[in-house]
Structure formats: C-alpha cells, structure tokens
C-alpha cells in the first residue's frame, strides 16, 4: 500500500487545517485508517483512527474535541480536520493503514505509512 498525505502548513493558534491522507494498493474500505504525529525528539503519538466502514472512530485524549477523522470511500481518502490548534500540536503528522489484529493506539500494528505531512502552530 501506499498513503500520500497533504494539508500541512503554518497556522496560528486557534486556527484550523485539513489534512488528507490518499491511499492506493490496497482495497481501502477493509481497513482502519490512523493519524500520528511526531514532534522533533519525541515518540510518534497516536491521534485518531477511523474503522473502515467510517462508523467508529478512536482519538487521542489531547485531540478530543479538537480534531475530527472522517473518510471517502469513494476516493480512497481519510481526512483528519483540526481546528482550536495550539503550538503542542505543532508536528509532522503521518497516515497509516492498521494490519490484522493489531491496535490502532499502537505504532506496531500499522502496516503501511505515509511520508508524513509538518503541521506548524504558532504563538
């Protein structure tokens, strides 16, 4: 599989972005799609996660409320929405597609990534 992610950019606090995540070579609608993110020096953190029917969704505690995941099926895309963003959410971002059985908190159960998208807030 392959993900393409776009959207990223410089916003100010309080601002919003949409990111997208594009993804071939697999069939789209069989798998849960999740978003992390990875600030310089830091582990990469979960975000949200959406199933792929797009009925159940799954967010990190510091995006709740904040961020919202969505996808279109039709277009082999998933979106991740944010707005209220603060300087901590500033990060590269990255897609990937959950494997079989695995958790969609955890890296380890992701089977293919994308490049990765930067998302800068400022103060």
């Known amino acids: 599989g392959q993900l393409v992610e776009s959207g990223g950019g410089l916003v100010q606090t309080g601002g919003s972005l949409r990111l997208s995540c594009t993804v071939s070579?697999?069939?789209?609608?069989?798998?849960?799609i999740g978003w992390f993110r990875q600030a310089p020096g830091k582990d990469r953190y979960f975000v949200a996660a959406i199933t792929g029917s797009g009925v159940n969704t799954y967010y990190g505690d510091s995006v709740k409320g904040r961020f919202t995941i969505s996808r279109d099926n039709a277009k082999n895309t998933v979106y991740l929405q944010m707005n209220s963003l603060e300087p901590e959410d500033t990060a590269v971002y990255y897609c990937?597609?959950?494997?079989?059985?695995?958790?969609?908190?955890?890296?380890?159960?992701?089977?293919?990534w994308g490049q990765g998208t930067q998302v800068t807030v400022s103060s």
């Open positions: 990937a597609v959950l494997g079989s059985g695995g958790y969609y908190r955890r890296t380890d159960g992701y089977e293919y």
């Open positions: 070579g697999i069939t789209f609608d069989d798998h849960a």
